[in-house]
């Protein structure tokens, strides 16, 4: 069925002082992902949006306004606040420039709609939403109005607002309903007011119908108990409770199946098989299961909701927030996850932590969440920037199949394969942990010619950056390039790329730095045999390398050449074996060559926590 649009989409959201979000805002379009690291402050996001307009009551208090540095207890005078901005949109779900007159909206909110004088005049409803220290009462109280416009980011927080309070009744028809992580469908079809239970308690029949319905659980019920010789001892044995309570007239009945239809909700089975399975109810399937059934009902209440609405000319705005939907999924099944939660009706707002999933969001669609001493900073993709070839490779060939860069504490990008099986095994037996332990994602870019995306992507949300780049001349021009592309610094002037000297790469780099024993080592234990470089160096001096050169590995420096030769013939074979030669030195100032060492020593200083420090997230 063809979804109705409401007329309104919620465009944007501002917090202040909400647990880690300080000063915080984010636009909202039809699909939202929310992503970062745990404790960033996407889930103190969801919940400040249902604070403000949630379809339950939520209970604000102290515990949720914010703590600087060093605080116990927050000051009274500290204030929640929570904005949220509306706008009229067109059948097809653009905005539009004002309300219909007359429209549901206008009449809903009346004087609550304005003119936004900084974009065009364009109609808008503001809510502002408090949580304060009332003297009177003793505690937070929650206030609701309507704002009198609409100001810049940097001064939103003195924006003046109406005398009128907002009511519930305003509020209604654009009620967010949250999803957490926690959801299970087993737990809906017992609990009341779930999701289930709404819609299942008017099953749609007709009262003859009805009727018709529970005098045959009545007749089931008389079959079941006249046939069962255990209910009916249990029967008898029941009955003297009117001997006890001495009541005139009492008697019992045992129900073996309910007997009204409004309560077959409440025992009911719902079950799952794959092909050639027995049947199984879902309580006895997993929780990834479990959850994605849960989910599933919510669209089936979202759309049903829309469809009703729309028959009976009622208007709502269907708003939902979702925590972590690939809970307990495979990651397969957190790949298809994403089409369910499109076609979910309205607009819909996502926190994950599945690079499977955000991989297949629009690039406008992100919104990262990084929390960096204490408080958290929400950024976005600013695309206007980019041709249509960058947003194709940026999608292609970053977000699709390095996902996981969206949630790291820092980035590393590299050329090609050498540096990506090298650089995790030193810097493991550098931190004593891994990369994946530290949140670090260390990425080949594949190629010198392809950095500009990988760097771009993580300038615009904020994710640090580094480059560990070959010296060579045409790998360091296209690195340049890049750099300048992406509106940064010449690489010999930004301090968060290291570029190898004298035009070495990362095997000739280790030669010029004294490592050949340990290339030999790594050589020999890589092809099972003692003397693998003279064995080398015999068979191929005097032959033609690359470009009809005859080699020389007799003369003053041969050795070394042929140590480079060898290890540039078999690049992706050598590279692990030589990082665990290296990691193993025992003088720990030899161990990890310079360059390397000046790249982990400027993560070390910017980015892992030291003992009693920040914690990572």
């Known amino acids: 069925m063809t979804e109705n649009h409401s007329g309104i989409r919620i465009t944007d959201v501002r917090v202040s002082n909400f647990r880690a979000l300080k000063n915080a805002e984010v636009p909202l379009g039809d699909l939202t992902v929310l992503i970062g690291a745990n404790n960033a402050g996407k889930t103190s996001f969801l919940d400040a949006l249902y604070a403000a307009i949630g379809s339950g009551r939520k209970t604000l208090g102290q515990d949720d306004v914010r703590l600087e540095n060093g605080e116990a207890l927050p000051p009274k005078e500290r204030v929640v606040t929570v904005d949220v901005k509306i706008r009229p949109a067109n059948p097809d779900g653009t905005l539009a420039d004002a309300f219909p007159a007359g429209s549901f909206w206008t009449n809903l909110w009346g004087g609550g709609v ?7 005049y364009n109609d808008f409803v503001g809510l502002r ?48 309903h949250y999803i957490d992580a926690k959801r299970d469908l087993e737990d809906d079809l017992r609990r009341q007011g779930s999701f289930w239970r709404r819609m299942t308690e008017d099953l749609g029949l007709s009262e003859e119908e009805v009727a018709a319905f529970e005098a045959a659980l009545s007749g089931l019920n008389q079959d079941i108990v006249s046939k069962s010789e255990i209910l009916r ?37 719902v079950t799952f098989s794959t092909a050639g399975a027995q049947p199984f109810p879902l309580a006895r399937h997993g929780m990834g299961t479990r959850s994605l059934a849960s989910l599933l009902v ?29 809970s307990h999924l495979h990651p397969q099944a957190q790949r298809s996850l994403f089409s369910q939660v499109k076609s979910i009706p309205g607009q819909r707002i996502v926190s994950t932590h599945s690079p499977y999933f955000a991989g297949q969001a629009g690039l406008a669609d992100l919104r990262l969440f990084i929390r960096t001493g204490g408080d958290s900073t929400v950024s976005r993709l ?37 540096e990506e099986q090298a650089l995790p095994v030193l810097a493991e037996a550098f931190w004593g942990a891994s990369v994946h332990e530290l949140g670090f994602s260390f990425v080949r870019v594949g190629g010198a010619g392809s950095y500009f995306p990988f760097i771009w992507l993580a300038e615009n949300l ?29 690489s010999a002037a930004c301090p968060n790329v290291v570029v ?75 590279a692990e074996p030589i990082a665990a030669t290296l990691a193993s030195i025992g003088d720990e100032g030899r161990r990890f060559p310079q360059h390397i060492r000046k790249l982990f020593e400027m993560l070390s200083a910017n980015h892992v926590p030291t003992p009693g420090g920040e914690e990572f997230l």
């Not at 920037?385 to 980035?411: E, I, P």
């Not at 080699?551 to 042929?562: H, L, N, Q, V």
């Open 233 to 269: 001892h249990l029967k008898e044995n029941l009955s003297d409770i009117q001997s006890v309570v001495a009541a005139e007239g009492a008697a019992i009945d045992i129900s073996p199946v309910a007997r009204k239809l409004r309560d077959l909700s409440k025992g009911v089975d």
């Open 129 to 176: 939403t408090v949580l304060v220290w009332s003297l009177a009462k003793g505690d937070y109280v929650v206030e609701r109005r309507f704002l009198n416009e609409w100001r810049p980011f940097v001064d939103w927080l003195a924006t003046p607002v109406q005398d009128t309070r907002v009511s519930a009744a305003q509020i209604e028809p654009i009620a967010l």
């Open 462 to 490: 904020s994710i640090p950056w580094y480059v560990f780049s070959d010296g060579e001349i045409q790998p360091l021009s296209l690195l340049e390039r890049a750099l300048a592309k992406a509106g940064k610094l010449a």
């Open 500 to 574: 190898l000297p004298d035009g070495n790469n990362f095997e000739s780099q280790l030669v010029a730095e004294g490592y050949l024993a340990e290339i030999e080592s790594a050589l020999d234990g890589t092809h099972g045999t003692n003397g693998f470089l003279d064995a080398y160096i015999a068979k191929h001096d005097g032959k033609p390398a690359k470009g009809g050169v005859a080699r020389d590995y007799k003369s003053a420096g041969g050795r070394e050449r042929a140590a480079k030769d060898a290890l540039g013939e078999a690049k992706t074979r050598m």
């Open 298 to 326: 919510f669209r089936a209440f979202a759309s049903w909701r829309n469809r009703q609405s729309a028959e009976a000319g009622e208007h709502i705005h269907s708003l939902l927030a979702l925590e972590e939907p690939e």
């Open 114 to 120: 304005m003119q936004d004088m900084a974009n065009d």
């Open 382 to 418: 600013d695309l206007s920037k980019l041709n249509a070839d960058d947003v194709r490779k940026l999608r292609h060939g970053v977000v699709n199949t390095r996902g996981d860069l969206l949630f790291a504490r820092a980035a590393v990008f590299f050329e090609g394969e050498t």
